[in-house]
């Protein structure tokens, strides 16, 4: 039912910002679905496959908001990958049945689009069949299937005199370990000395260190969740607190507009 409640309040807050919209409005369901129709569809990245890492409200001016308060075009702005190149488009949405891409440039300088989840997920999978890393767990006494690794950062490595130097421009990926067994912090237990370094765009362990095995700290002790820890964490609950406007709300939201 609370579900039902919020689905409800979300569309009609949606159906009032559709008919009467305001120009920093997010985009619909159906100006992102033309944003993707119009750069699958642009000449101007033929390679594939194309991945979206990034798509927005292209914010018009705000003197062109106060100005122009309803006759503003609707434009995203788009982050994508493709053809190991990252992409910045501009798309024209004011028209969802006839999208256009206004302009379009490849990004050379340092820096690349944030992780999508299957980025994450692709690369949490590479250490399970990496031979080095499942020698290392191993080593430390500990079962593989109990071990978890995920992305920490994403760095730019050229130019320095260390190691990493030879990644070069790469889109690459730092990744750590952590015993993820017999307690919900896993963040407590992590699998020290061990750092891999992952290749996004092809997806393969391109770099690896195992420099030093320390004990991986025991599970106990490491609960956190309010439910399921004891004392001297457990308390007497703290006392209801009540809310009074007399004089009603200080404010009033239309769509996403709030007042």
Known sequence: MLSLIFSVLFLSGAIRASSHPHPLDPLTAAELAAVGTAVRASPLIPARPLTFHYVGLDE??????????????????????????SHELRVD?????????????????AGFPRFTTADEVAA????????????????RGLDVKDVGCGVIDMGWY???????????????????????????????RPLEGVVLVV?????????????????????????????????????????????????GSGFHIDGHVVR
């Open 93 to 109: 949405v004011t028209n969802v049945s006839s999208p256009a891409v206004l302009w379009h440039a490849v990004h050379h300088g």
């Open 60 to 85: 018009p001016d705000k003197a062109d908001v106060i100005s122009q308060l309803t006759s503003l075009p609707r434009r995203a702005l788009v982050i994508a990958r493709a053809g190991g190149q």
């Open 124 to 139: 949490a999978a590479l250490p399970y069949k990496y031979p080095p890393f499942v020698e290392s767990v191993r080593r």
């Open 199 to 247: 290749d996004i765009e092809r997806m393969a362990v391109v770099g690896y260190r195992d420099r030093v095995v320390q004990p991986v700290p025991k599970a106990e002790g490491t609960e956190y969740r309010a439910d399921k820890v004891g004392p001297p964490f457990t308390g007497p609950a703290a006392a209801p607190g009540v809310v009074v406007q007399p004089e």
């Open 158 to 188: 050229g130019g320095g005199q260390s190691e990493e130097a030879r990644w070069g421009s790469a889109r690459v990926a730092k990744m750590q370990c952590f015993v993820a067994s017999g307690t919900a912090n896993f963040y407590a």
